[in-house]
């Protein structure tokens, strides 16, 4: 995937708008700290669909192990970051 123009607050807010579609919670509600089972009452279904959608949108691959360490919305974010090279 080509990242020229992509930058970390760009992620993040595809995070945000997938996050609050999928889950119907404001976008406001959701920050960078969130955690996605503890404060959103993300299901494994809602946290498969996230990483589905990370994978379709930013061509990656994440394996179960990685996904399972993904518990706040920034872990999704720097995860998306670090694999794609994005600058910070």
């Known amino acids: 995937m080509n990242v020229d123009g992509l ?3 760009a992620v993040l807010e595809k995070v945000r708008e997938h996050l609050s579609t999928e889950l119907e919670i404001p976008v406001g509600e959701i920050a960078e700290s969130t955690r996605l089972r503890d404060d959103l009452d993300a ?3 809602d946290l498969y669909e996230l990483v589905m959608e990370l994978e379709d949108t930013y061509g990656l691959t994440v394996s179960e192990e990685e996904a399972a360490g993904i518990e706040t919305v920034q872990q999704a974010v720097d995860f998306v970051a670090e694999r794609l090279g994005v600058p910070t």
């Open 43 to 45: 299901d494994s279904l």
């Open 7 to 9: 930058n970390r607050e």
